[in-house]
């Protein structure tokens, strides 16, 4: 069990039989081979054809033939060339977002067919996202990496399928947290950019506490993690906490796929990852959906706090659910004030979630919002008191609110439910 140690190196080796009980791999690279004649027991090869590498083309090539049986070796070699082609001339956030497509829907490559002089074009799979143990995982301490005028030797690098995943920077139990932050990570991308173009998740910790952020985030926005599995969990701030409920595997390809995304802010680009009570939350609406029969078609409450994301939140839950899930789902935004329409709306927009056209996803009256859920739209925002009858009596006089669809796969996520999506609205 991680617990406060003395010194970072205690702590940084404790952290390692962690992992390794988590079931990733473990190696210490501090002295680290360039060529497999030169690897030793204490001098590890990880296929680098240099410290100036943030890739393992050795351990990425394999995960892309095996992950994509019958493909072209030309294909596999394309998709290994776009990964690791340079993206310097744009913000970090930029590239990162760049890469995380790739990782997440597969690069698309065109081959030149040899026999029809035509070109093909496939997909290659980075990542299998939905069986973990297709993966590789191998989480390397002490990693020496050469940027363009420094070098630089963070603590902790994972590895899915030689791409480095996953960041981590420690402190000594008696030093502030802040400072991995501060003196480390803030310099690191500065000065070795290049590895986190590929970072889905940044983890920092001091033995005793541990947060939770990404390569774009400022430290008030790191958050702990005090649960794992379930809200009911009595909550633990713990270095080992936050490694388990966020660094395990299948947790990890979680968090990177379905709880990520890319916000376009006033100031730029923001990378957004979810924070413990989101996690928790949007989990329980997916576990709901599997019984939703039973749940008499009930989804749950999911409570959030003021200014605790839940916009995000919903936007996460969409995601997962088409990504997971799997059929033709709609998701209807309901709520009761205008305002909040357009933020929402917004954060949808901004998120790249929906194309900004305002008249194809929210509703202008209440024939249109008919209109929108008798048809195929993703996404439909609305406010509840378009749910009137043909009178426009806010609350029908008894008369029947007529049938809008019979299908099965539509959602409803409603906000604000307290003040006033009760009585014959909600009804409607």
Partial sequence: MVQSFDSEVALENATMQLF??????????????????????????????????????????????????????????????????????????EANRQVYRLLKEGVSVEILDPITSQRDTFKVRVIDWRAPENNNFLMVQQLWIQGDLHRRRPDLVGFVNGIPLL??????????????????????KETIPHLFWYTGLVVLGNGSRGVLGNLGAQYNHFSTWKRVNDEREKGVIAWETLVRATCAPARLLDLVENYTLYHEGEGGMEKITAKNHQYLGVENVIRALAHI???????????????????????MAAQKVLRTVGGHWAFVIVTDRQDLDDQIYKNFARCGVIVADEKQARAQDGEHLKQL????????????????????????????????????????????????????????
Avoid: C
């Fill in 20 to 93: 390794a009980s988590l079931g990733w791999q473990t190696a210490n690279v501090y002295y680290e081979a360039f060529a497999p004649e030169e690897a030793t027991p204490t001098r590890p090869y990880l296929g680098r054809p240099d410290d100036g590498a943030v890739l393992l083309p050795a351990r990425l090539r394999a995960a892309l033939g095996r992950l994509n049986p019958g493909l072209p070796a030309e294909a596999i070699e394309a998709a290994l060339v776009e990964l690791a082609r340079g993206r310097g001339m744009m913000s970090l956030v």
């Fill in 293 to 315: 029969q039973d749940n008499h078609g009930k989804l749950g409450v999911f409570w959030h706090t003021q200014g605790s994301g839940k916009s995000f939140s919903m936007i």
């Fill in 167 to 188: 960041f981590g920077e420690l402190k000594a139990h008696h030093k502030r947290l802040s400072d991995a932050y501060t003196k480390n990570l803030s310099d690191y």
């Fill in 373 to 428: 859920l008798r048809g195929d739209q993703r996404y439909i925002f609305t406010l509840i008191q378009k749910f009137h009858t043909r009178g426009g009596a806010p609350f029908g006089n008894g008369e029947l609110y007529p049938v809008l669809s019979e299908r099965s796969d539509i959602i409803v996520m409603t906000d604000e439910a307290h003040r006033s999506q009760y009585a014959d609205l909600a009804m409607n």
